[in-house]
């Protein structure tokens, strides 16, 4: 099985090295973008959405070349284990989601997906193992169109930038007459942070 | 100058495969990665906070272990160009972010930054260049602490896990009886999406 351009035992090295651990849900997530590949026409240009911020992204991140800072790739936080690549232009785009109607034969995944034991009973390895075997016949997929605030328009246009009269920073100025952070929403403790 | 482990050149070859364009924002970032951790003491374990979701948390993901898909980055949207390497533990920190106030002798970084010109008008290079030769000096650094909900607590208990009635997938039972998707948070169009 090939993840992407890489080979399997590729893909695995750099998951480790991006990531910091082969984390089960990267594997997942690698034959997932490779099953969104599969369904999408080629050569076309995709945006990427992740609705969890669980380890999906960092596979999107290695495989495609949409990145959370370059924009291309959102998260969108519904908590299910799921990402859609979708055309940037229209919002058409494919869903592919890990199935949890599919995991019958897969006991280590279910028990990992579903967290049915707790973390120190369970045998990283073993999933892993167990994704490599299950190959693309866990996940479903369904065509999808996505709202059209992550539609990229022609016309978009980006705002102006304000210095804050409080920090003195250099922030959006069509989010207030002080910056957010200066308005409480930092993440910061203390005063106008 | 060296950026991280990487010289300055090989620095810019990682952003463009990583990010797909040399942005002078991820340039500032990698100048900003190296000035936090001047300023951390060594060795310690940190989680980072990028205030902008725009180029420099790809900086971050260029240069430190932490990366989205592994949470030890987070987003906190300020649109301030700033990042905090922060103690997972403590919540104590350094932020760093470019100080506009420093700006007066980079007329290119000036223009970018303020966005004083539309973007066909700005040279990347000459903003990149500017980069380079204003080094360390146009940032400021202060020393913060992160809001309680930003730590790592031993006592974090990761929610269970429901399939949600209406589309059958996994989802964090404690986000409600059906998952955030079917109650119209999700980001496509259509019924329970």
Not at 70 to 85: C, E, G, M, P, Q
Not at 100 to 107: E, N
Request: charged fraction near 25%; aromatic fraction near 10%; proline fraction near 5%.
């Amino acid at each position: 099985m090939n993840i992407g351009a890489f080979t399997y035992e590729e893909f695995i090295d750099k998951v480790k090295s991006f990531h910091g651990s082969i984390a089960p849900g990267i594997v997942a997530g690698g034959i997932m973008v490779n099953i969104a590949r599969a369904n999408l026409p080629q050569g076309e240009f995709f945006d990427v959405i992740c609705e969890t911020g669980h380890c999906l992204p960092d596979a999107v991140q290695l495989l495609t070349p949409c990145t959370i800072g370059n924009r291309w790739l959102k998260i969108v936080d519904t908590s299910r284990y799921a990402l859609t690549f979708f055309n940037k232009y229209t919002g058409d785009g494919i869903r592919v989601f890990l199935d949890a109607r599919k995991l019958k034969d897969w006991p280590a995944i279910r028990a990992w997906f579903l967290k049915e034991k707790p973390k120190r009973d369970q045998d990283q390895q073993e999933i892993i193992d167990e994704f490599r075997m299950a190959g693309t016949s866990i996940y479903s997929t369904e065509k999808v169109r996505v709202k059209p605030s992550y539609i990229t328009s022609s016309k978009q246009k980006r705002s102006s930038i304000s210095l804050c009269p409080s920090c003195g920073e250099a922030y959006r100025a069509d989010l207030g007459e002080t910056c957010p952070a200066c308005r409480g929403k930092g993440p910061y403790i203390g005063k106008g942070k």
